[in-house]
T-cell receptor
Framework: EAQVTQNPRYLITVTGKKLTVTCSQN?????MSWYRQDPGLGLRQIYY???????DKGDVPEGYKVSRKEKRNFPLILESPSPNQTSLYFC?????????????FGPGTRLTVL | DQQVKQNSPSLSVQEGRISILNCDYT??????FLWYKKYPAEGPTFLIS?????DKNEDGRFTVFLNKSAKHLSLHIVPSQPGDSAVYFC???????????FGTGTSLTVIP
């Protein structure tokens, strides 16, 4: 089944404790991206990657890191999480080209930073 | 600053009637627009898109209209069904760069 998977689905952590949210897709997509969803703000893009070893900042990259060492994986790293990073996070992927814009989203990771 | 805006947080429609969801944007560089549908506890799923070279795109019960001069797009769902009850996000991207900008979402409730 074609899908984007994220782990963990739920995470409660404390300020300053480094964490990684994993994202993996099995569709051989070149493009991958991370978003956060917050009430009243919709979805905001954090980082995106056009292919292996190519990453770029989105609208709200502060406090986050990403890496793209393999085509299928695009982990999101919070080196020192803070309460304002409490949010619902989505990973997405798509092929590059005419269909680049039609992204497939993962189920989401709900993160709470205390 | 929000470049894509959905000014109606919620909308209720009777089953069988038309649902019209609206979206405005500010960036004239946007050339591709999309609508995503989101159910609770799931990720958004792609619904329909439109390129800036068109003013209408239709897919079954869903039609998206684009008015470039007004920087406005709308999604029409006809006829509306209870299963259409979800949050709808519009999104936009520009021909240069690969960033996406989403609106704040409109929660549609279709009443049986």
């Amino acid at each position: 089944e074609a899908q984007v998977t994220q782990n963990p689905r739920y995470l409660i952590t404390v300020t300053g404790k480094k964490l990684t949210v994993t994202c993996s897709q099995n569709m051989n997509h070149e493009y991958m991206s991370w978003y956060r969803q917050d009430p009243g703000l919709g979805l905001r893009q954090i980082y995106y990657s056009m292919n292996v070893e190519v990453t770029d900042k989105g609208d709200v990259p502060e406090g986050y890191k990403v890496s793209r060492k393999e085509k299928r994986n695009f982990p999101l790293i919070l080196e020192s999480p803070s309460p304002n990073q409490t949010s619902l996070y989505f990973c997405a992927s798509s092929p590059v080209g005419r269909k680049t814009n039609e992204q497939f989203f993962g189920p989401g990771t709900r993160l709470t930073v205390l | 600053d929000q470049q894509v805006k959905q000014n109606s947080p919620s909308l209720s429609v009777q089953e069988g009637r038309i649902s019209i969801l609206n979206c405005d944007y500010t960036n004239s560089m946007f050339d591709y627009f999309l609508w995503y549908k989101k159910y609770p506890a799931e990720g958004p799923t792609f619904l329909i898109s439109i390129s800036s070279i068109k003013d209408k795109n239709e897919d079954g019960r869903f039609t998206v209209f684009l008015n470039k001069s007004a920087k406005h797009l709308s999604l029409h769902i006809v006829p509306s069904q209870p299963g259409d009850s979800a949050v709808y996000f519009c999104a936009a991207s520009a021909w240069i760069g690969n960033q996406f900008y989403f609106g704040t979402g409109t929660s549609l409730t279709v009443i049986p």
